[in-house]
């Protein structure tokens, strides 16, 4: 959750000095959201893969890993509109809690307030279950 929270901190700062570059449309056709994909799912595996390497199981470490995954959206979402909106008070007055109108990203469509709180609350609980799963194994 830590990782999560400071790459939507980055984030904030990475689309607030993008947005206010003179050379945002000069590369209008540029996705980072895919090389964001990337890098997340490659600090997933790790995270699973250190998992697995302290001793937990296999199937318990895949569990956990889908939590992480469910609760990545409700930290980094949230520190990035929150960081947005301290370093511009104009835009995402909700906080926290905003939902993206410009975001050319796939999953801002279902990914609300409410929808990226359910996740969160069901990555948590997996997790949990996972480590409990992990001491009793």
Known sequence: MGY???EGWREAIYWHVKIGSRFYNWLPNVEEHIVF???RS???IMVCTSLFFIGMSWYLALISLIGMALCFSFMHNGAMYLTRNELDDT???????AQSTSSVAKTTKFMTPV?????????VLINVG???GHILL
């Open 42 to 44: 490659i600090v997933l």
């Open 130 to 132: 996972a480590f409990i």
């Open 91 to 97: 835009i995402y007055p909700k906080r926290w809690m």
């Open 37 to 39: 994909s990337i890098q």
């Open 115 to 123: 929808s990226r709180t359910i996740q969160f609350i069901i990555g």
């Open 4 to 6: 999560a929270t400071l």
